[in-house]
């Protein structure tokens, strides 16, 4: 459940902290009074896309806080609490999710003071709320979504899964076959290439590695000249000349040797020079051994050279260094076999495609009487949310045909999906594209929350201006289901009706003022006697009344009375 919500520097609100309560939270006020802005911070500290023109202006950044309890009975809790613990957050019960925006559009998100990214914060947020906003109901007039929102109702998520495994075995099959069916000629072009580039790579002699040892041999080899008289005075200074340094720490030796009788204490230093005159000794050794190595022959250089223009060769027309040659070497190898035996392959593949096709039809066939039951269920209960919607006429069909042409299913299963419906007694039911208006779009969107919310584990649903289109009777009827959704849901609402308002639980004013020639947006939480007023001044605008007020009090009489026969 969403807590609290506190806004800073957000658009026109300079700061503002809304304490939600259980059950339905509405929120009124005028047009551009900032009721959405509410709904873009919630959307903003979930992980949404944010820009620096969120920020007020004048400010340096932005700051948006949720606070929500994790409570047992919410079916989301657990999830929530299993993403805290495999992303190391610590919570007990509580999370504080957090997001800013600064004025030059760098943002920064944290959960229970953990740095997380906004990919996780979407993450995590969809597991919190679900924001229904002002255009949501068009995407029923998407059909691609239709499928999905039937096996979200139906829980198809296990038939799914068994599905897309026979699915993706069948696709890689087909993909293995389409790779080895090639025609005669395609064949012996390729087998030739491939003969030939095995041919050439083998005749290489490659071996890892070694490019980079002949680079540093030349680069040895064409320095070979100072080195050598580098190594020969310094092989002459430790050991060769008549006075060397090993031959001056033997005599050092010797002489504190003799003084170390008279003064025990230069006993140490004799063994110090002992060790250098060894160390010495093996430094001249290494120096000796090296420069034996720089003895070579101009042949050796050349060879070395060819060498290394052949390497180059082959990796401009191969690419790569001489490990990824050697790879391509052994998938040419084992490609040029598959060629030798594609026949062969390719009827056990075929055979083994068949099987899985088979398989694959099994699977969508169960995926597909599963959602035919759905589908009648669905129908059903949609029926009867839109009749209390006040759509009594209503028709709904959620059709399913097969999917067309070869194999006979798709990523999805078998099944093309779209809802119809029919407003009207004597209609057919149409593509609702065809057919609905904006208000019943919004209540076909309101009904479908409804019948989905036992199987959502989301706790908290928002609904922007789920009104849109809506009046009279028919806005009453939102509004009780609406406070009938927010029994088993925490319901925030951003509305214009009176008859959605008087349903709240607690109910937000929005209002924007001005002070010191600047724009403020205030959230204030209402007692009666605000309500009262908000509601009378939704009935009657500016002109309100003490009958516009006495009305508004015996519709907020009226639905506190529906709400306890709820109950």
Known sequence: MLESLHIENIAVVERADVCFTPGLNVLTGETGAGKSIVIDALDAVLGGRVSRELVRSGEARALVSAVFLLEPAEGGAETAAAFCAENGMEQEGQLILQRSVSADGKTAARVCGVPVTA??????????LDIHGQNDGRRLLDEATHLKYLDGYGGHTAGL??????????????????????????????RESLTDQIAELEKANLRAGEWEE??????LLKNAGRLTEAIGAAYDALYGADTNAISLSDEAAALLARAAKYAQELSNAEVSIQNARYLLEDAAELLRDFRATLDFSPQEYDALETRLSELRRLTK?????????????????????????????LAQLERVLAAQKKAAL???????????????????????QLKDLSMPAVRFEAEITPVRGAPGFDASGGDEVRFLMSA??????????????????????????????ERDSVPTLVFDEIDAGVSG??????????????????????????????????????????????????????DRQGRVEELARLHGGDNVTEITRQSAAEQLDAAGKWKRGQS
Request: hydrophobic share 45%.
């Open 119 to 128: 990919a996780q914060l979407r993450e995590l947020g969809a597991l919190l």
């Open 161 to 190: 899964q068994a599905f897309r495994a026979a699915y993706e075995a069948y696709r890689a099959t087909g993909a293995e076959i389409s790779r080895l069916s090639l025609d005669e000629f395609e064949k012996e072009r390729l």
């Open 214 to 219: 002949l680079e540093a041999r030349r680069e």
């Open 424 to 453: 009207n007694a004597g209609e057919a039911p149409e593509r609702i594209s065809k057919i609905a208006s904006g208000g019943e779009l919004s209540r076909i969107m309101l009904a479908m929350k409804h019948v989905f919310a």
């Open 317 to 345: 027309r191969y690419g790569g260094d001489e490990a990824e040659l050697l790879l391509r070497l052994e998938r040419n190898k084992t490609r040029l076999d598959e060629l030798e035996y594609a026949d062969d392959r």
């Open 473 to 526: 009777i028919a806005a009453q009827r939102v509004g009780e289901k609406l406070a009938d959704l927010s029994r088993v849901k925490q319901v925030l609402c951003v509305t214009h009706l009176p008859q959605i308002a008087a349903m709240a639980d607690t109910h937000f004013l929005v209002e924007k003022t001005i002070r010191a020639g600047r724009t403020y947006t205030l959230v204030t939480e209402l």
């Open 362 to 384: 099994a699977a969508a066939e169960q995926l597909t009487s599963a959602r035919k039951n759905a589908a009648e269920r669905l129908k059903k209960e949609l029926v009867a």
